[in-house]
């Protein structure tokens, strides 16, 4: 049986956090899409063009260790505003939805346009300014020198680009529940996803 579970939301809301410990939980598979579109957003910066990028894209790519730099995910932002982009990653992101035994997919558009009959959806936000010191610290354990001003002007810029484009803008959508996760734990924020999912599940 499938069962998809789809969560949106903001860079460093949490949604990447919660989808993993969530698809553990269930004992469903898991795909962060937005790996995918750093991938393709890796590649144009290795010269590629990024429509040829994404539609010659394979599995392999994703395990790059350089998907988690600053400029590949503001490259990664870029390339998603692209429609022929979205549209070839498309294909690849239903054909995981729709795997037996169950899948997570969080992104930016999964309840809107990947997946908008999913029978759980999430929409997992929080304050600018505490995305913005989680993604600090997370930049600064890793050695990457920037600044809390920095990192709060660059996550705003992408929010401002995602949600303006044309293609699949970043958005809740309307059936979704919205989580925020400003003043919450890992574990509370974790605890109310796998409640409300719950209510959904068959089982």
Do not use: N
């Amino acid at each position: 049986m499938s069962f998809t579970v789809a969560i949106d939301g903001p860079a460093a809301a949490g949604k990447g956090t919660i989808s993993r410990a969530v698809a553990a939980h269930f004992g469903f598979a898991h795909l962060d899409t937005g790996l995918l579109y750093r991938a393709v957003g890796a590649r144009m910066l290795d010269g590629l063009d990024p429509v040829e990028a994404a539609r010659t894209l394979e599995p392999s790519v994703l395990g790059r260790g350089d998907l988690r730099a600053p400029e590949v995910a503001q490259a990664a932002s870029k390339v998603a505003a692209i429609p022929e982009v979205r549209a070839a990653l498309v294909d690849f992101q239903r054909a995981f939805a729709a795997r037996a035994g169950g899948a997570v997919l969080d992104g930016r558009d999964i309840g809107t346009v990947i997946c908008p009959e999913a029978p759980a959806k999430l929409f997992v936000t929080a304050s600018d300014e505490v995305r913005a010191e989680r993604r600090f610290l997370e930049l600064r354990q890793k050695g990457v020198e920037t600044s809390f001003e920095e990192v709060l002007a660059e996550m705003r810029e992408r929010d401002a680009r995602d949600s303006a484009r044309a293609t699949a803008p970043l958005r809740p959508a309307e059936d979704a529940v919205i989580l925020d996760t400003s003043r919450l734990s890992i574990e509370a924020a974790v605890g109310a996803a796998i409640e409300t999912i719950r209510t959904r599940h068959p089982a």
